[in-house]
């Protein structure tokens, strides 16, 4: 004997109810089989509506039948022959006839009693079950429908009876035995009590009905078709790489149906677990699928994690109190008020000083479970023995499930280091002595995020997703996009990154993309997208709430630079190509330098000083390590580096100066750069990451332009140069003379910084620096006469871009 049950998606209409067919004669062939169904699809929930519209004295029931009929009717008339219809649609008339009559009841009296409520869904696996009978008799199938209500013994708990095992296994093997048959066809659900009354399994039940039977007939197998090929690793709506379960076993899979993992009816597997009869969930739509196997013993596989699962709308109460201490009965009180108002206990957690005890309950049970403890606790809390009932709502309980779990010593540091990481906060934890599982819980926000970041570092072999947002699309942002975009396929391969573009910002458009912005065409897509400034792309990448996010600002924007703070609060790690933030006020880099070691969230600019050169990372490393540094000198704009490599008093200053922002090498006023302000912010922002709390007001600048340069617009910036020739030859001039070049140096000495223009000798570090290079030279305690030298391109797009996109991978 084996039992196949199948729920509403199966046999929503009579496309589906003919693959049920299909399935069961292929079994039937194979050896005895019981068929229990659900009712059609959404059948259940209008049978509930229908009741609760008639004891409200709404007469919209009415419409609310006919229309369950005529879909009932329609079925039978796709299903049948026409030949053989007119004995069905008279048993279906018949069933609503009988179903009118009771609603009238309950429309007149205004009362809609438990019972009457069990009569009313009833009819839902009734009509069912009665039609696919009728189908197979069609075909001939030796088959007999079954009246389950006649066989499942229950109390006369309404709505969620209990099953008398002993009396129920007795009635179905005698009618087994008395009833030979090769198909049984049982409607699901539904049970009688000793009085005869029809009472109903609670929700789900239709799997609780095939267990029942397949213990009672010592099945073979259970088989469970839904619309799912099993149960997965995570919940495949909010997890997109989740991945099936082959093999389970029976308490790994009651451990995840208790937490949300709603493929089984939780209850379902406790008859079948005690007669050792497996369960396999299949798929009515992909039969061929292997499903989910749930047997005895849990599979031995490389993963000892075998699922995530959630359940959502959680209150957590806590009880907690001086007077609780050493006090023998104050759990047992607790747990006598709740049970006494029916409310059920999903997870309870304990200090081990007895000062406070916390259980999670369903959020609707809030109001009746805090009016109840309160009373029970009344004296102690008018007497300051316990604290008044703490209530937090807006919770969900995520769980980690593997019977493995036990063997394998780390998970739960694994699992909290991973939420931590990611900015989520665990409000409660409980763990059985069995470790089979470990839950946490934590702000319904967090859910997605949490079962997310979970779910890649336990079952993600493949590889580890960032989600990026871009603020700023213009050079170095574009450059960026193509290198990413490049890039992909080798860091999947190499890394296991996988690099998602989620959201790109300009200073007009925002656009996201969950599932990663197409490259080929971002920037149609973005003009395209709705307008929006930068606070509007903050809140949106605040509120999607992604693992591992991470904010690019490729922008040289003070408000862009102002955002920072907020995401890192959120464990939104931050890569900036702006140095604003950092060159702000010491205090306002000292706090996200701060919020960026609490919240687990990387803070990153190594290209606010060198582009791509590896000068902050390799600073960092100096300092980690132990040493200390002594002196920096540096020429670290590329910007006039070009300019003076480029200027010989033969072409006019202000035409070298034109060309080099045309090749994209100077800040979008150039006077940052020749003005010696953009250098003064990369020697603080060296001297900051060297230990040395310092402003800009400290730094001194021997300016080589004239005041009159500064004044007005950048047009009138170039036309004023163009006036000043004189002053730039005669500074080319004077270097010339000493055989000497002419280079920005900036310099950190003792705790004092400068920048100016000097005259550099053949025999200098700086002498032989040509184009838009940069030169930093550390001066150490491990390298005090030689310095350390880092040399390279210090400007320009491409290379910008890439030291951003390195940052990004060392977020990873």
Known sequence: MQVLKFGGTSVANSANINKVIAIAQSAAHKEATVLVVSALGGVTDELLQTGELASNADDAYKTLLKDMENRHLDTVRELLPIQQQSATLSLVKQQFNELDGICDGVFLLGELSPRTRDRIVSYGELLSSMMISAKLHSLQMNQVWVDARKLIVTNSNHGNAAVDFVRTEKKIQEYFKQNPYQLYVVPGFIAGDENNNITTLGRGGSDYTAAIFASATQATVLEIWTDVSGMMTADPRLVQNAKPINRISYQEAMELSHFGAKIIYPPTIQPVMSKNIPVWIKNTFAPDEYGTLIENESAATDSFIRGISSISSISLLSLEGSGMIGIPGFSKRL??????????????????????????????????????????????????????????????????????????????????????????????????????????????????????????????????????????????????????????????????????????????????????????????????????????????????????????????????????????????????????????????????????????????????????????????????????????????????????????????????????????????????????????????????????????????????????????????????????????????????????????????????????????????????????????????????????????????????????????????
Not at 373 to 386: C, L, M, P, R, W
Not at 533 to 542: A, E, L, M
Not at 721 to 746: D, G, I, P, R
Request: hydrophobic share 40%; with cysteine.
């Open 335 to 812: 747990f006598e008020a709740l049970a006494n108002e029916t409310v059920n206990v999903i997870l309870i957690t304990q200090s081990s000083s007895e000062h406070s005890i916390c259980v999670g309950i369903n959020e609707a049970d809030t109001y009746k479970a805090k009016h109840a403890i309160d009373h029970a606790f009344s004296y102690e809390i008018q007497t300051g023995k316990v604290e008044p009932l703490k209530v937090e709502k807006g919770l969900s309980i995520v769980a980690l499930v593997g019977e493995q779990m036990k063997s394998h010593p780390g998970i739960s540091g694994k699992m909290f280091g991973a939420l931590g990481k990611n900015g989520i906060n665990v409000r409660a934890i409980a763990q059985g002595s069995s470790e089979k599982n470990i839950s946490a819980v934590l702000s319904a926000f967090d859910v997605k995020k949490a079962i997310n970041v979970l779910h890649e570092e336990f079952f993600e072999t493949t590889y580890k997703q960032l989600n990026i947002f871009i603020a700023g699309t213009g050079n170095v942002g574009g450059k960026l996009l193509g290198q990413i975009k490049k890039q992909f396929q080798y860091l999947q391969d190499t890394l296991r990154l996988q690099i998602q573009v989620i959201g790109l910002a300009n200073s007009k458009k925002i656009l996201f993309n969950e599932d990663g912005i197409n490259i080929e065409n971002w920037k149609e897509a973005l003009a395209g997208s709705d307008n929006g400034n930068i606070h509007d792309f903050v809140r949106s990448i605040i509120s999607k709430n992604l693992r591992n996010s991470v904010f690019v600002d490729v922008t040289a924007n003070a408000e862009v630079a102002g955002v920072y703070g907020s995401l890192l609060e959120k464990s939104v790690s931050v890569v900036a190509c702006n140095k604003i933030a950092c060159s702000a006020n010491y205090e306002s880099y000292h706090k996200l330098k701060s919020l960026s070691r609490e919240y687990n969230a990387a803070f990153l600019f190594e290209t606010n000083v060198g582009a791509g050169l590896p000068v902050i990372g390799t600073l960092n490393d100096l300092l980690r390590s132990g040493d200390k540094v002594n002196k920096i000198q540096a020429v670290l704009s590329g910007t006039l580096n070009f300019v003076f490599n480029h200027y010989d008093a033969t072409k006019p200053f202000a035409q070298i100066v034109k060309q080099a922002q045309t090749e994209g090498y100077t800040e979008p006023d150039p006077r940052l750069d020749l003005g010696g302000t953009d250098v003064m912010r990369k020697i603080m922002i060296l001297a900051r990451e060297a230990g040395q709390q310092l402003e800009m007001d400290d730094i001194s600048n021997e300016y080589f332009l004239p005041a009159s340069c500064f004044e007005g617009s950048v047009e009138n910036f170039y036309t004023e140069m163009e006036k000043q020739e004189t002053h730039f030859k005669q500074l080319y001039s004077e270097a010339f003379a000493k055989n000497c070049k002419l280079k920005f140096v900036a310099k950190y000495e003792n705790g004092k910084a400068s920048v100016g223009l000097q005259h550099i000798p053949a025999e200098s570090d700086f002498y032989h620096l040509y184009g838009k290079d940069n030169l930093v030279l550390f001066y150490t305690e491990r390298y005090p006469e030689q310095p350390l030298v880092i040399k390279g391109a210090g400007a320009g797009a491409d290379v910008t871009a890439s030291g951003v996109f390195a940052d990004i991978i060392r977020v990873a």
